[in-house]
């Protein structure tokens, strides 16, 4: 019972106050979450510690988080939005 009382506070704290990361963050979590691995898991869980702004900034690449896990969590989870760059251009 407490595992899953966890799973969804992190559920609920991967909603957040702004649409561009509720758009991000919580589809990954219903869909990516229970399938990565403990070290992208525990950077998500300190990702969702950061303040909104910051995060919009990393998600919107104008800026890097300086924790090399939480940059690499963050790549990790636009390559799975974004398209695959056109290899013609």
Known sequence: MTE???YN??????RRGL???DLLLLP????????IDADKQLN???LLEQEDP????WF???SRSDDAGMASLVDFMLA?????ADPKA
Do not use: G
């Not at 506070?9 to 991967?14: E, G, Q, T, V």
């Not at 990954?28 to 399938?35: G, T, V």
């Not at 910051?54 to 900034?57: A, I, K, P, T």
């Not at 799975?80 to 695959?84: M, S, W």
């Open 4 to 6: 899953n009382l966890e």
């Open 9 to 14: 506070r992190m559920r609920w704290r991967s």
């Open 19 to 21: 649409l561009e990361l």
């Open 28 to 35: 990954f979590f219903d869909e990516m979450y229970l399938s």
């Open 44 to 46: 998500f869980q300190k």
């Open 54 to 57: 910051d995060l919009l900034e």
């Open 60 to 62: 919107s690449q104008k």
């Open 80 to 84: 799975r939005v974004q398209p695959p």
